[in-house]
């Protein structure tokens, strides 16, 4: 439902929300990354509430410019987030960032960012490499192990995994524990037991209180209304 002009000559497209009963004066601003499917009705649907319970603005950019899969085709899936290189994706936050400081009911100076799977790596890349001004929050995301890569934060860092996830095992995901705390990064890293990846689908989970979808949803909205309050 937003458009956006790309330096680079093409258009973004993003879904935005705000909060149905929305705050006086600017915002605090929530950019949220989609998983490898792309930017569909589960992502909108969690930008929805996530823009009322925190009263904030939600902007979810469409990073695969266009392209979705659907189940069962993962293979596309996997190529579209194999195929969209990191300073790409960098570059259009960049400009949807731009976009809404230039709003009067937008505050672009207080943001998050927040992804989920395909979308968390990209969160963690993009707040590493190009806003390490903003919070980042990390469901289930390829994290980062590199200290001096993750020293640039200047913002807190929520990390939430599954401890049954095979493609971001325990290990990874301690080492990236470890790699936090000596870079003195203020961070909240969980692993949920008897879960997997990507265990947090949709929001029909969150409305049924299912566990652990709902501790980590709380915990999550914890983390961004605090770091907003600031």
């Not at 469409?62 to 969209?84: H, Q, V």
């Not at 001096?148 to 990236?176: T, Y």
Request: glycine share 8%.
């Amino acid at each position: 439902n937003t458009k956006i002009a790309g330096t680079g000559g093409h258009e973004i497209l993003a879904y935005t929300a705000r909060p149905t009963n929305a705050p006086t004066g600017p915002l605090p601003v929530l950019v949220l990354l989609h998983e490898f499917f792309g930017l569909t009705e589960a992502i909108t649907a969690k930008a929805a509430a996530l823009a009322d319970e925190l009263g904030c603005v939600v902007v979810a950019p469409d990073t695969f410019r266009g392209e979705t899969a659907r189940l069962p085709n993962i293979p596309k899936a996997i190529w579209l987030a194999l195929s969209t290189p990191t300073e790409r994706v960098n570059a259009d936050l960049d400009d949807v960032l731009r976009f809404f400081d230039a709003r009067d009911d937008a505050d672009a100076s207080n943001v998050a960012v927040m992804g989920f799977c395909y979308g968390g790596g990209k969160a963690l890349r993009y707040t590493t490499q190009a806003r390490a001004d903003a919070a980042t929050v990390v469901f289930y995301g390829n994290p980062v192990s590199d200290t001096a890569e993750l020293g640039r934060l200047r913002a807190p860092l929520l990390g939430v995994f599954g401890a049954n996830d095979p493609q971001i095992p325990a290990p990874v995901v301690d080492k990236f524990r470890e790699a936090l705390a000596s870079a003195g990064v203020e961070h909240d890293v969980v692993s949920y037991d008897n879960v997997g990846h990507a265990f947090w689908s949709d929001m029909g989970q969150i409305e049924r209180e299912e566990s652990p979808q709902i501790d980590a949803y709380r915990r999550a909205t914890a983390f961004l209304r605090e770091y907003f309050a600031r």
